[in-house]
């Protein structure tokens, strides 16, 4: 019996394109699927480029206006890879067109964007998701799962940070192809939209809203070479961002991020604490959870490193056998899978409206560290 | 301009069966291969079970006897991914028929039956290699990389482990699909030709031969019900086996393997001294490693742990970005790609005739084992 | 040939009574000092116990009004170990005595109180020192020589935290003996004083001076009884702090401290992020010090965690041989014996000047909770 | 009420007559022992060094020729922490002298003379003990707690390393004061007798005797210059040794030991497999036990980092707060209190006849590295 197709049009052959195509072809191989994905048609500028990226991922056809590609009927699904400032103008037009739209993270360069694109998906009820994808590495799902458990009793603490060290050479340009997340017109904040948004997006999921922040934010190199315009221009972006917070549920926020931070490469930590226990996990070693529980016996308590690959822990089962890990595409991969589960019954979160919640604490957060006040964050 | 395609036939939907497949279907997404894999069928004792497998992942065809797969004029390679008992037999006919063959470690129960399916490649003269995938863990091909270029020096020791902790309970039946490993006639040992297996091909690949071993094993318990006869039966295999040796290049040896090593799941570590440096890898971590270089100033000398993720890390050009590391099944699609990159070229390794000098030590080790004495290795 | 001798009048007999005590012998015998310190008087209120305490450590003679101490002209130095509100009381009638001052942390209960302790001894001319003791494990001894030295470059981020998990209980009382950490009134604040003016003294120590900074106060149990009333009363102290600043050089701050972080007994790190490398140091395992090294090979790159225990690494020529670690206490032995060594010539750090400004900081650091500004920290 | 008194003569100055020392002095200042330790003679043949000794440690007297301090009546115990060829001679005659024995580790130099020991100890009817101290790291006594409490099951596995890497420079001397362990005569092995047998006292002590081993040595570099002759001289003790063996319990034994491996300093590990669970140490990191147990819940089980310094783990009430850790030298203090608290109850372990099966151990494992089978052991 074969199942439904989802055809879906990508737009964007970056890394995000990849990710997301990968993730579509691999998904039916390991989980069993309502619908079976296809890759019906690729949409970018470059129409050769495009064609090496349609014959390398097996995608059916072609565009290079994505007007074009919302406008076609086989399509089901617009799935948005591009560059922030193309988000939100292809997402309303895409729901106005009655496809299910996925849009790559942050939703909007700004939550003003963002609310645009809720409100088109809404209006056109069609399904959405933003590509949130660290949700469903299976540590952070384990996490998650163990906070509803209430394994961690009342929460005090969550801290998170994303540390990166890639753009602290002064002889790096900003904007064009590769950097386009340097350009404030382009990618609409710094760290903070790039990286502080996932943390976000995940400390709200685990530990719900955030009420308040007080941020701080920095910009090292204050001119670089534009890649566009070859001149050296100012640079928009804010290079490190550190806020502190207030959850709804009382607990502290510490949240910082940085493209400054030799000897991190994506050092994205999260941590918190509870009455009973804690839990840390760390991007760079994406398959353990650490947990410490208080109720373990005093002499013998410690933090546990889990190895989060047995068949017990979220979406193992699908894959290998215990000790032998996953890797950051699998995220995707998840999310691919979660998302096309949802279709035909409780839609998979974050959706837009998630999104959405997100981008108002990184608009607060731009906006206190204007100000340099307490800014309310929901 | 299409590509010629390499027409695989494969033998076994185990475990093995799904990483073979996931690598010929990932490897040409990810390298620029010369043929294009195409999954041509799959062949299983049981139809139905082996349609449902081809229709996931993608098989234009099933067989449920590998003497007609073998036969067919439509597949150029094939490979064997079924248990080690079969894994004589299956080679020998392909390669007589002229076929490709690549075969799912150890070779052979034996060296005896290795040496066989050697003569049965190379008379053939058909391109042939044996799934040691840990080679092409990016961490492990680093080292390799560094060791050939000097970097260690001298090399005084080489120790690995390979621990596992699932067969401790008694409850465990042996024999059947999921636990033939621990069927002597299946499986032809215990630990050693499955774990050790994998610790001695990397370290022959690091390190160069190994001349002599002394060995223990032990079997903890002694007799289990077996899932085909229902009955208890004696257990014939080895739930651990230590053994020390010696390299030719005078550096020493010391290889530890068990399924009775609570809290590991797949715990192969390496590690290996030299005089001006060290190096430690472990399978929990795999996409870092470990290096000590002697020559780094003393005072801000230690252990680095190199995060195997950027661009000019082996085969990591191909995937992501740096700090986003891969999984185990990556290492399969590295060798899937060096397989089919090797058909016009170097011959990738190992081939069978490499192979063939791990199980030369893994049958001195079991020997050994018995004697208790010192046996000659190679 | 003897010594001359530095004979010590010791205040206070609890932890930190015991750890000063157990300095002042060791040190002596590990490195050659020009004076012999002799433990001449301990002063405490309880005679019975001060007799034992004395019999215990082999101090001479007992006082229990810390007034007769300061009198008696056979005292060359007193070493404050009281509770917060007597630091300045005692401090000022010693300098006025013309005695050497050690201090415990930290040195007044605010900055004004500390700017009279300093006036004091700097108007006495009296040697004088705070016991920070967190400077002196090697490996943040070693720090500081790498930041001296340039080994980091411009630097870019400082980010400390001291978490601790031990007042979560809420039937833990405030006040009296063991717990005057909890009362306002003894201890001057909560986590900031005694907790974030050791991760500020260490960071001025090794990155400057800090300018302004914004932050947040909790105290999660609202009442607590207090030990010596009986009476459940309002906690006035802060149970955690987290603040973010800028430092004078331009980095950037981000600093948190807590005692309901379950699972942290005293995990007081630090990092320290620049242009060419990072270090990190984690008091759990205080024998380490993580270095990255921009500079190293792009390959093999990574961070090295570095064994502080060599013959060339700072003070570690005085104890064993490479790979056998000292513990907490030698940190205090360190600075018995550098303050012993500095009164004949550079007196050492941290004066009662230096802590100061400690005070400066943590005082706009509670400023700033109230305020909810940014507030100036110099 | 004064204490009687323990008198000690102390034979050796070296790196082991310092660590004595000091325990002596440290532990009247944390444990409260029924008699009182007192430096009362220092004994080596320089003079001038040994008046230095005693004036930094506060020894009474000083004596040049042992025999003079084994005959005085003012020495209750003859402590000796002079090389491995003159412990057998003092230490008869000090029994003989009817003086209470401790002496460093090995005891003897094989078990022949380690047999004469025990027989002179045993017939004075004396106090005796052997340093080796590492029992009394509190995260190997705690280690032996939970073993003995049976929280580990049956045991399947006991792994051991010990890993230096100081004598890899071929122009590294033998001999002489700094370098006798290199010395065959005066060490009587090498690493065998100088690491293995710290590794086999932990070893038996956890897990029981060990009956049988076969083993393998190595010595890398031939020949080097001997320090006390001038002249290049065979070397004739053993750089690495690794064995595999049986204990009585039916577990298995791995062990290795080497002066060759790159990076490790002073790397004592010990690893123990057990039915419910494992623990493993590391000297490195020594104030931390890992264990792993399978009983706790399946999806959040994992290995647990325990930070060995709470008040409710060994010793550890003596020391100071939660998450200060302790040092290398802290286990002599321990031992030093055990046995002054073991001299009027149960004698603290371990004895000269503890120590003796250790060298029955390092005698077999050097005969079957010469005899290349297995040697009885017990």
Redesign the interface.
Known sequence: MTKPKLRIGMVGYG?MGR?HS?AF??A??FFDLPRQPELTAICARDRDRAEAFAQ??GYGSVETDWKDLVARDDIDLIDIAAPNNMHMEIAIAAAEAGKMVMCEKPLGRTAAESQKMVDAVEKAGVANMVWYNYRRIPAVT?AKQ?IDNG??GRI??Y?AKF????T?SEDLPQGGEGLWRLDKSVAGSGVTGDLLAHCIDTAMWLNGGIDSV?A?T?T?VKEREHALTGKVEPVGIDD?C???G?FANGS?A?F?S?R????????YTLEI??????LFWD????????????R?D??????????V??G??PYMDK????????????SFTHQAADFIMGLDGMPAAPTFADALKTDRVTDAVLRSADS???EAAS
Chains 1, 2, 3, 4 share one sequence.
Do not use: C
Not at 283 to 294: G, T, V
Not at 298 to 307: F, L, N, Y
Not at 319 to 330: C, F, H, K, N, R
């Open positions: 890394f990710t990968n072809l691999t039916p191989r390398n991922w384990l163990m394994d961690l005090f603490h801290r540390l990166q060290d890639w602290i007080t701080m920095e090292f490190a550190a806020f502190m207030r502290l510490t910082e940085t400054y931070a030799r000897g991190h490469k994506a050092l604490n509870g009455e009973h226990g804690s991007l760079h070693d994406l398959h353990r959870l650490e947990y410490f529980d208080h373990d005093g002499r013998t308590r410690g933090w546990r490193s889990v190895h690959t047995d017990d822990h894959w290998w056998v215990p000790g032998l890990s996953i890797g950051y595409d699998e340099g006040r307490w």
